[in-house]
């Protein structure tokens, strides 16, 4: 059998690397002969930098930027001959706060901004930026201050000639516009730390700098899908910069060759930590699905729900790794997590007895 995992990252437990590496050990406790092959996987968030550099190669820079509260950080983006990588989460991310520093208010996107300075002082003519995990919601602001600060002669935005010839990609499962009911703020801002309050002063920021761009520019794309990506963000780069918004798991798989990768397989695992009605809506373990090339594939995760509009969806399995009852707290260990996952693919593979010659 050949069996090709690409298991998203499980939140908060397990990153894209890990996962799969559970459930390569779950096949071959049942299926010793099976040929694996693990490939990490990212939309655009946290492990985007470590799927890319896996798939393409390049060096890995590092740079000092700024954390959301302008924090000096260590940050590291990809460098693949004329082509650089950059994921928000590096610099950006709420990862990088602790819950009593989450305040989207106050958080900014000017260390990204900084990545991208280093990475066009460098030489870069194209630019893949990958949405997701941030902990701001400045509608990208922050990025620009730290462009104008870096290359910008009288600091001002027609100034900066060096960003001319760079070609922009944003990378993002995000569709949300930039601001209203649907937008940034609304939707995403409560998990970095707003309270309702908050959300409607971020979603009045958002709107005025729209207005005043749109204004200065001539043209407005804050309503364009992907605007509201990691806060607003997307936008910064569309209205700026001119950036083509593209799915995360479409750009990382056209650069695997997954379609050629997947060819003369059995089978394909795939998973996230949740699994439900979001996940039709273009994340991930769509993606997967897409490009399959009609070979099955199964979805694990760490929650189920929905499971039959999955299965209508295409997927041939859709599993929770997590038994009944056990406790979120317990569920997000890592090692628990990495067991569960070899357990399950175990079971699957061989229900019977994991003895037994796996069906």
């Not at 060819?263 to 897409?290: F, V, Y």
């Not at 009609?294 to 509009?309: C, E, F, K, M």
């Amino acid at each position: 059998m050949k069996i090709v995992l690409a298991v998203d990252s499980f939140k908060g437990c397990l990153s894209s690397h890990e996962a799969n590496q559970a459930a390569a050990e779950g096949v071959r406790s049942v299926c010793p002969d099976a040929e694996t092959v693990e490939i990490p996987v990212s939309d655009g968030g946290e492990g985007f930098l470590a799927a890319f550099h896996a798939a393409i190669g390049g060096e890995l820079a590092e740079v000092t930027a700024r954390d959301p509260l302008m924090r000096p950080v260590q940050a590291r983006y990809l460098l693949c001959n004329n082509e650089a990588v950059i994921e928000t989460a590096q610099a950006s991310g709420l990862t990088l706060l602790s819950d009593e520093e989450r305040n989207p208010m106050a958080a900014t996107s000017y260390g990204t901004g900084l990545l991208v300075a280093d990475a066009v002082r460098r030489g870069a003519g194209h630019i893949i930026v990958g949405l997701g995990g941030s902990a701001t919601s400045d509608a990208g602001i922050g990025m620009l201050r730290a462009l104008i600060d870096s290359f910008a002669r009288h600091g001002a935005w027609d100034d900066i000639q060096e960003l001319k010839s760079v070609r922009f990609t944003i990378a993002s499962d995000v569709t949300n516009p930039l601001y209203g009911d649907n937008g940034a703020a609304h939707v995403f801002a409560r998990q970095k730390g707003a309270t309702p309050e908050m959300v409607l002063l971020l979603d009045q920021r958002a709107r005025r700098f729209a207005e005043a761009s749109a204004r200065h520019f001539g043209y407005d794309r804050s309503s364009e899908p992907g605007a509201g990506a990691a806060g607003g963000l997307g936008y910064a780069f569309m209205q700026y910069m001119h950036a083509e918004c593209r799915s995360g798991i479409q750009l990382l798989l056209e650069a695997l060759h997954f379609r050629e990768t997947v060819k003369g397989a059995d089978l394909i695992i795939t998973g996230e930590g949740a699994a439900d009605r979001q996940t039709l809506m273009g994340k991930l373990p769509m993606g997967i699905l897409h490009h399959s090339a009609g070979v099955p594939v199964w979805l694990i995760a760490g929650r189920v729900s929905h499971s039959q509009q999955l299965l209508q969806a295409g997927f041939a399995r859709v599993e929770c790794i997590n038994p009944p009852g056990i406790s979120l707290a317990e569920a997000m260990h890592r090692q628990t997590a990495m067991k569960n996952i070899r357990d399950t693919l175990r079971r699957l593979l061989c229900p019977a007895d994991h003895t037994e010659t796996p069906v």
